[in-house]
C-alpha cells in the first residue's frame, strides 16, 4: 500500500478533522489544530494520502515554539499531533510522515524540533531527550525529546521550551 505525503491544504480541514476525531479518544487534538491555525501558530501541516483510494491516511501537524538557548532565540518547532488512521497503522505512513516534516523543517531553517512521544519510534529518527534536557518546559521528562536539525546545538546554558499557547488549553483538558 503506497501513501504520497504533502502540504495539507484548506481543502483538507473535513479530512483532517475527521482523522484526528478518529484517531484520539477525545476532541481535543481535533481542536488544538484548529486553534494553532487560527492563532498563526501552525507552520505546516502534512498530509498521507492512499495512492490507491485517495483516502486520507495520517497526518503530522508543526507549530512554532518559543525557545531560548542562552537567552537567545531559537528557531524551534513542535511536532504534534502525529495521528494515522487505524486501517493504515504499522505500514510506515507515521515514519514518512515524520521524514517529510523533519526534512521540511531542515529547509526551513529551523534549529531544534521537540516532540513528547514514545522514545522507541522517535529515537529512530534522531530524536533525543539529551537534546531535550535543560530546557525549561512543562513537558520535560522521559518523553520529551528534541531534534538538532541544523548539526550541534551551540554550548552553554539552555533555557525556556514552550509550545504555542493553544497546548496550554489541551493540557487543562488532561485534569
Keep these: 500500500m503506497g501513501v504520497v505525503v504533502e502540504r495539507a491544504a484548506p481543502r483538507h480541514a473535513y479530512d483532517i478533522d475527521d482523522l484526528l476525531r478518529t ?10 489544530v484548529k486553534q494553532l491555525a487560527m492563532d498563526g501558530d501552525l507552520v505546516l501541516a502534512l498530509i498521507a494520502r492512499d495512492e490507491e483510494s485517495g483516502a486520507t491516511a495520517g497526518l503530522v501537524a508543526l507549530s ?6 542562552g537567552g537567545d532565540p531559537a528557531p524551534a518547532i513542535a511536532l504534534a499531533p502525529l495521528a494515522v ?20 523543517m531542515r529547509q ?3 534549529l531544534l524540533m521537540f516532540v513528547l512521544g514514545e522514545p522507541g519510534f522517535y529515537e529512530r529518527f534522531g530524536f533525543a531527550t539529551a537534546s531535550a534536557e535543560g530546557f525549561d518546559s512543562p513537558y520535560a521528562g522521559p518523553y520529551f525529546m528534541a531534534l538538532e536539525l541544523q548539526g550541534g546545538l551551540p554550548c552553554g546554558p539552555r533555557g525556556i521550551a514552550d509550545h504555542a499557547p493553544a497546548f496550554a488549553a489541551l493540557a487543562e483538558t488532561d485534569q
Design 23 to 32: 484517531c484520539f479518544a477525545r476532541p481535543a487534538e481535533a481542536m488544538l
Design 64 to 69: 512554532k515554539m518559543h525557545v531560548a538557548i
Design 85 to 104: 488512521m487505524p486501517d493504515y497503522r504499522h505500514s510506515g505512513v507515521a515514519a514518512a510522515l515524520v521524514t517529510a516534516a523533519i526534512e521540511q
Design 108 to 110: 526551513a531553517g529551523a
